[in-house]
């Protein structure tokens, strides 16, 4: 508001950086800058014209543990998924209950 570019008003325009993390290579983003982690958001200019911005995390090196736990707990959450959908899937039919 005021001249910030992270106010979009319009969700179309605020999606902007999500379609573009899903559709670009890992290769092309960058993770890091000046050795701490990157966000990437949704900006526009004060005509409207959206695009993905690149910012530092603020506070990182204050909150580098509880940073590294979420990490760590995203990462268990992502691999009960992988062991769940790995598993054999039992289906019953209808038939078999009666």
Known sequence: MFGSPHHT???FKAAIAAVHLILVPLTFLPLFM???PVRFGAQTDRWGNERVGVTLVKEWDTHKEE??????QCDGLYESFKTE???PKQFETASERM
């Open 9 to 11: 008003i319009e969700p």
């Open 34 to 36: 000046d050795n701490n």
């Open 67 to 72: 940073g590294a736990t979420l990490v760590a």
């Open 85 to 87: 959908e790995a598993a």
